[in-house]
């Protein structure tokens, strides 16, 4: 299984709803991340999960809400969102290896705040 | 500060042609790691090719190859034999042991294959 699968692949919501974005991987690998793509942009990292632990957080609004339940899980939390936030996000993994380290990526989540 | 750029926005390349897409990157570190990334209209992000910078040997892998010059800092992606699925965004990615987790993306070239 060599996949990364996000759920939902679409969400439209408003800035008063509550929602989460779910990510799962089975490689085995120990470092997760979330990233927010605009059209025709690159990706853009917002939170990176290391052994369970939050490593790195790009100083992200705490409108949103990362959470890494176990080794192969991360969610990640929306609350009182803004239109400005509608955009790709990508969950990745990789195996968090100094030697030996490539990223993985889903298919992502299309988010459109109304 | 390590970054990215990729100088061309978007390249077109005609169906069983050759192209070259350009990416240098800026590090004083002497270990790191180089990738290339494909972005088709499905938006998912599809590793393509990637390279150590202490292997002299430039990685390929089928139609895809690199070109890297380390003392120039340079890493370009050619794409031999294009076919019409071969149309994409194409970023350049850099890592290094040193900064942990942290891939740095270049803002992409979107890729056009003709007919």
């Known amino acids: 299984d060599t996949e990364v699968t996000q759920t939902p692949k679409h969400l439209v919501m408003g800035m008063t709803n509550k929602k989460s974005l779910k990510c799962e991987q089975h490689?085995?690998?120990?470092?997760m991340y979330w990233y927010k793509q605009k059209a025709k942009k690159p990706p853009e990292l917002m939170f990176v999960?290391?052994?369970?632990?939050?490593?790195i957080n790009e100083s992200v609004p705490s409108r949103f809400s990362p959470e890494c339940p176990n080794s192969s899980l991360l969610n990640l939390h929306l609350h009182a969102l803004q239109p400005e936030d509608s955009a790709l996000y990508l969950c990745?993994?990789?195996?968090?290896?100094?030697?030996?380290?490539?990223?993985?990526f889903g298919s992502g989540t299309q988010l459109s705040v109304l | 500060a390590q970054t990215v750029t990729q100088s061309q926005p978007e390249m077109s390349v005609q169906e069983a042609e050759t192209v070259t897409l350009s990416c240098t990157y800026d590090?004083?570190?002497?270990?790191?790691?180089l990738f290339w990334y494909k972005q088709p209209p499905s938006r998912q992000m599809i590793l393509v090719i990637r390279?150590?910078?202490?292997?002299?040997q430039n990685a390929t892998e089928n139609r895809f190859s690199v070109n890297f010059q380390k003392a120039a800092k340079s890493f370009s992606l050619k794409i031999s034999d294009s076919q019409l699925g071969d149309a994409a965004m194409y970023f350049c990615?850099?890592?290094?042991?040193?900064?942990?987790?942290?891939?740095?993306f270049g803002t992409g070239t979107s890729l056009t294959v003709i007919p």
């Open positions: 999960y290391s052994y369970e632990k939050l490593s």
């Open positions: 990615a850099y890592r290094t042991p040193n900064t942990g987790n942290q891939f740095y």
């Open positions: 990745a993994s990789s195996q968090d290896d100094q030697n030996e380290e490539k990223l993985f």
């Open positions: 490689m085995g690998h120990r470092a």
């Open positions: 390279q150590e910078a202490y292997k002299q």
């Open positions: 590090t004083s570190e002497s270990d790191y790691y």
